[in-house]
């Protein structure tokens, strides 16, 4: 039976618990309890880009999966377009940060997170760690599904579409960079990844 890993990456300051994560997560183990061979990783990512992609890296390595899907929001989705080339699979990008180096340069010093307010340390080199991961240009623009919010309030939508030329795209009209409306557009990205 054909199985497949379904990688979740979450943003910036998030976690495995977001809203979006959650989401996702169920919907897949709904496939699964119809049958699917899918098996589902959604890791705390660490403060630093090299160490999370390291960890991500060893996990894919390690699954005995006969195909990967990388789904991505924000900085999650800046990894999934470096995770998605290495590997040659599909990468679903929800409002990615397509240039997550120049996007987190000011963001250097103590965070915390969004659902814990546990501090971390963002570090400078760590903007070094994510230009080294830059992708310029997707090769393949049919492994790609976009989903962009017109209404995200971090990023600009045009640039995410710019990014991903002749790939899948759905231009969300309004929403935020968080995607309240994630709902309405599940059932797409979980085809797009499973199918």
Same mark, same amino acid.
């Given at each position: 039976? *054909?199985?497949?890993?379904? #990688?979740?990456?979450?943003? @910036?300051?998030?976690?495995?618990? =977001?809203? &979006? ?11 699964? &309890? ?26 894919? $390595?390690?699954? &005995?999966? $006969? ?22 699979? &599909?990468?679903?990008?929800? *409002? ?20 814990? /307010? /546990?501090?971390?340390? @963002? ?7 994510? *230009? ?20 995200? /309030?971090?990023? $600009? ?5 710019? @990014? ?16 309240? *409306?994630? =709902?309405?557009?599940? $059932?797409? #990205? ?6």
């Amino acid at each position: 039976m *054909n199985s497949l890993l379904v #990688v979740y990456l979450h943003g @910036f300051r998030s976690s495995p618990r =977001s809203s &979006k994560a959650q989401m996702t997560g169920d919907a897949i183990a709904h496939r699964k &309890k119809q049958g699917a061979a899918i098996e589902w990783y959604c890791p705390q990512l660490l403060a630093s880009p090299r160490e999370s992609m390291d960890m991500v890296q060893r996990h894919i $390595d390690a699954s &005995k999966a $006969d195909r990967l899907s990388v789904i991505g929001s924000s900085l999650g989705g800046f990894y999934t377009n470096y995770l998605a080339e290495h590997y040659g699979c &599909k990468g679903i990008a929800l *409002n990615p940060a397509v240039r997550a180096g120049r996007e987190l340069a000011p963001h250097v010093g103590m965070m915390t997170a969004y659902d814990s /307010e /546990e501090p971390f340390d @963002f570090r400078a080199e760590y903007i070094d760690e994510l *230009n080294r991961m830059q992708i310029e240009s997707i090769t393949l623009p049919e492994r790609y599904l976009l989903l962009a919010a017109t209404g995200d /309030e971090l990023l $600009d939508w045009r640039e995410m579409a710019a @990014f991903y030329p002749g790939a899948q795209q759905i231009i969300i009209q309004g929403s935020d960079h968080g995607i309240h *409306n994630y =709902s309405d557009y599940l $059932d797409d #990205v979980v085809r797009f990844a499973c199918d």
